[in-house]
């Protein structure tokens, strides 16, 4: 049993980490960095040994489902060395271990995942065409992704597509792209764009609101909102037509942190107790100190989690929400 559960100023107990393990993608998808970026040098991201040390110190104090991130997590050099150890606290206080991917990786790692007891992952996924796919993530890697999600089926890896609304992209897509993804019995969440870190677009060009969304899915088919509970902030839908499932994350029209259960951890140790703000206290030096303890650290930073993000995107050139981007903080 856990000594003390982790709780913020506002009574939200924190049962869900997200754990980055490298800044590292092998895409590099328009929204997400710029084609320029500049990775962390090998010294400032934290060792396997101590992304270890972390996730047990959170398991400690209650936190019952941990989902690795990047960039890419499947990138890390030896990260299935992490997973199998993190695999060990399955029923021992951990009830779930996860990752999101975008699956380029999914044909040499799915079969393993399963053998330790990962049951579920999420996969960034925006289109199902071949040009558009290299136009969104600068890279031609859709034959591979799509060989990764056959990959984890037949590993027996439950998916769910993370797909992000693009104004004047997928929009028209979308909906085909749920088609196919319930065809294969694959759940879908749509996620508005966020306003995180320097791209070499405007955001405002990129902002497609789920109600817009949501709309067009409404016109073409019955959505029965389902009370379905995942761990994160969707509200979901049953598409009659196709039995599937079908999220909404919307944090700029509908703003989610009421329940608020997750703290993320950035692969250098820093943890965001919020995705829109940039409080956040240093684990790294908690654990690289004369007397390494990373308790007060977590303690420390419950006390600072905010009530909620102030995301917004409304004029053009406007600076992000939050300097740092997503792939360093972890999606």
Not at 33 to 53: G, I, N, T, Y
Not at 171 to 182: G, Q
Not at 208 to 220: G, H, I, N, Q, Y
Not at 288 to 298: F, K, M, V, W
């Amino acid at each position: 049993m856990p000594k003390q559960i982790l709780t913020d100023s506002f009574g939200r107990a924190i049962t869900y980490l997200r754990l980055s393990v490298t800044d590292r993608c092998d895409l590099r998808c328009t929204y997400c960095m710029s084609e320029a970026m500049a990775f962390l040098p090998k010294r400032d991201v934290l060792s396997l040994e101590e992304l270890e040390r972390l996730a047990v110190a959170f398991i400690h104090r209650g936190v019952r489902k941990i989902r690795l991130t990047g960039g890419e997590p499947l990138v890390r050099r030896d990260i299935m060395t992490l997973l199998r150890r993190l695999s060990r606290r399955l029923g021992d206080g951990l009830d779930e271990i996860t990752l999101t991917t975008n699956a380029t990786q999914l044909v040499r790692y799915a079969d393993e995942l399963a053998d330790i007891g990962v049951k579920r992952i999420n996969v960034s996924l925006d289109t199902l065409d071949d040009a558009k796919f290299a136009q969104l993530t600068r890279r031609r890697m859709l034959g591979k992704v799509l060989s990764g999600i056959e990959a984890a089926q037949a590993a027996g890896l439950k998916i769910k597509l993370n797909t992000v609304a693009l104004k004047g992209v997928n929009e028209d897509e979308i909906p085909s792209l749920i088609a196919w993804a319930h065809q294969r019995d694959i759940d879908v969440t749509l996620i508005e764009v966020m306003p995180l870190g320097e791209i070499d677009e405007d955001r405002v060009d990129q902002y497609l609101p789920l109600t817009v969304m949501r709309d067009a899915l409404e016109a073409r088919w019955t959505l029965e909102p389902i009370a379905l509970k995942t761990g994160g902030p969707a509200r979901y839908v049953r598409v009659v037509e196709t039995g599937g499932v079908v999220g909404f994350i919307s944090p700029l029209t509908n703003n989610f942190c009421a329940d608020c259960n997750r703290v993320r951890v950035t692969c250098t140790g820093k943890i965001y107790m919020c995705l829109g703000h940039d409080d956040h206290v240093d684990l790294r030096a908690a654990l690289r100190g004369p007397q390494p303890d990373a308790a007060a650290a977590l303690d420390a930073a419950m006390v600072r989690k905010p009530e909620r993000h102030d995301f917004d995107i409304s004029s053009r050139g406007a600076a992000p929400a939050v300097a740092r981007h997503m792939s360093t903080t972890g999606g």
